[in-house]
């Protein structure tokens, strides 16, 4: 039954989706493809996969019991905490512990979640902002 609802909810999603992209207005410049078409084949495949999910649904899942539902319910807070403090103490800072507290969870040791969460931010800093020129957000020490 979950899957139908969701399948539900993807095709309404997929129907909105492909008729908000027809109000996409063509800018002076257009390409063959137009600025459409992204916009088709996403809501396409969209509904495609959510019919399939309504014709064909799984057996009905295992819902996380209370302790894991909590373990979700952290792990968005953290998202929404890294989110909030990206401006205030930059891109570094605020990838270490969010990655960090993320791969604990995941079942790393402490230690290595937090190994794991540095070397993630400073490969990601350097690949993106270094090498690549993009701007990424900037914290009391200037990185």
Do not use: C
């Not at 137009?34 to 996403?42: L, S, T």
């Not at 209370?66 to 952290?74: C, G, M, P, S, T």
């Amino acid at each position: 039954m979950s899957d139908r609802i969701f399948g539900a909810f993807g095709l309404a999603l997929a129907i909105f989706y492909i008729w908000a992209a027809t109000t996409i207005k063509d800018s002076f410049m257009v390409d063959v493809v137009g600025p459409r078409a992204f916009p088709y084949i996403v809501g396409t495949v969209l509904g495609l996969t959510s019919i399939w999910f309504m014709i064909r649904p799984d057996k009905e899942p295992q819902w996380p019991v209370l302790n894991d539902l909590a373990e979700i319910v952290f792990a968005t807070a953290v998202m929404l905490l890294y989110g909030w403090a990206l401006p205030e103490v930059g891109f570094v800072i605020a990838t270490v512990f969010a990655t960090a507290y993320l791969t604990w969870r995941l079942g790393t040791a402490p230690l290595w979640a937090l190994v794991t969460g540095l070397a993630t931010s400073v490969g990601i800093y350097v690949t993106f902002h270094l090498i690549l020129g993009l701007h990424l957000a900037k914290g009391p020490l200037g990185f």
